[in-house]
Nanobody, 123 residues
Framework: VQLQAFGGGLVQAGGFLRLSCVAS????????AGWLRQAPGKEREFVSS????????YYSDSVKGRFTISRDNAKNTVYLQMNSLKPEDTAVYYC?????????????????WGQGTLVTVSS
């Protein structure tokens, strides 16, 4: 499964962006999916995950209440709506997919990765 992430860009603090992750195959709908991010000089960290049917959703504490993950399996796409963005949200955002049953907070939970899309939030 090949994943492509779209939607990054430059936005002012308090603004919003929607990221999309499009898969090359319909089998994407059989995988749990997640978004992780890596800020400059920092390790990659978990942002959010969603089960293959969308019934289980998790968020990191740092984005809970501001970000919303969703998926449209008919379109092989997972979304991350990011509202009330803060400068500390600046990072390269990666979408990923895997067959994990848990929270999906670890890199090792994922088998497939997108190329990353840069989100920059100015103060």
């Amino acid at each position: 499964v090949q994943l492509q992430a779209f939607g990054g860009g430059l936005v002012q603090a308090g603004g919003f962006l929607r990221l999309s992750c499009v898969a090359s195959e319909r089998t994407y709908s059989n995988f749990a999916a997640g978004w992780l991010r890596q800020a400059p000089g920092k390790e990659r960290e978990f942002v959010s995950s969603i089960s293959w049917k969308g019934g289980r959703i998790y968020y990191s504490d740092s984005v809970k209440g501001r970000f919303t993950i969703s998926r449209d399996n008919a379109k092989n796409t997972v979304y991350l709506q990011m509202n009330s963005l803060k400068p500390e949200d600046t990072a390269v955002y990666y979408c990923a997919a895997g067959e994990f049953a848990g929270l999906g907070t670890r890199d090792s939970d994922y088998d497939y990765w997108g190329q990353g899309t840069l989100v920059t939030v100015s103060s």
